[in-house]
């Protein structure tokens, strides 16, 4: 039988595996943020943020990093954070005004059709670990364009390889062989669908952008144990859930003790401390 992908369905199936992690990914905000602080820092460097910019932040989630360029930006600049899921940005405007941060609107949007926002109307469009999830990458870049002045910069984080990112692969490879799923297929979206040599920059040059830049991050992901990264994993990551759908409760507690099993490669005498790399893609519009 062969096997196609549905980019409908997996926009479906994504959408609501971010309504049911919102609640999880604030909660775990403060270790997301200590996480991935130096690739965000660099993403809105290499995007040109500055005093009075208006960013758009694309895939914005809980809105750790729309906050972070909310501060950079200040009272004269605007973040708008767009997401696919309402209730994740819930909780981005509910972060936004704890933070006594004025600056920041949020808006329920696909970011592979942003129509809703003004053409040309942005300095700069960001997106944090978003773009490797979207089935169209191309559609999504076309569309940051779009909402970006002449010589706009488009800056996005993503994973690298899955070898650099073990906290992470090593559970995707034990759901795969326990849920009997088939790789995915060429060009598919997934965490690691940008982050082969050359990848990333191709899709930014195939999109029209210019003047691009790949910076490699390393951003390892500490915690205080390998159970205590499951259990992140398994409240936040939603996409391992679902890949876990269709194996019996039995067969799904096997997974999780064979996957904290083998993080506990990481545990050291200061915790759990994981490799990770993270690229920071750029270019100009």
Known sequence: MTVTFDPVGFKQTTRAQWEAAADAWDRWGPTIESWLGLATDTMLRDAGVTTGSRVLDVAAGAGGQTLVAARAVGPSGRVLATDISPTILEYA?????????????????????????????????????????????????????????PG???????????????????????????????????????PFSLGAPGVAEQAFLDAGLTDVTVTAVPSPF????????????????????????????????????????QLTQFEGPDGFDSPCEMLVVSGTC
Do not use: H
């Open 152 to 190: 706009g910069r488009v800056s996005a984080v993503v994973y690298s390889t899955a070898d650099r990112n073990p906290f992470f692969s090593i559970p995707v490879g034990i759901i795969r062989r326990i849920a009997e799923l088939p790789p995915p297929l060429p060009g598919q979206p997934g």
């Open 93 to 149: 405007a509910a972060a936004a005004t704890e933070a006594e941060l004025a600056n920041v609107d949020t808006l329920e949007a696909d970011g592979e059709d942003l129509s809703a926002v003004e053409a040309g109307s942005f300095d700069a469009a960001i997106s944090r670990v978003g773009l490797i999830y979207f089935p169209d990458q191309q559609a999504a870049l076309a569309e940051m364009c779009r909402a970006l002045r």
């Open 222 to 261: 500490r915690l205080a144990s390998a159970a205590e990264c499951v259990r992140f994993e398994r409240e936040s990551f939603g996409a391992l859930g679902q890949m876990l759908s269709k194996v019996d409760q039995a067969g799904q507690e096997r997974a999780w003790a064979e996957i904290t099993e």
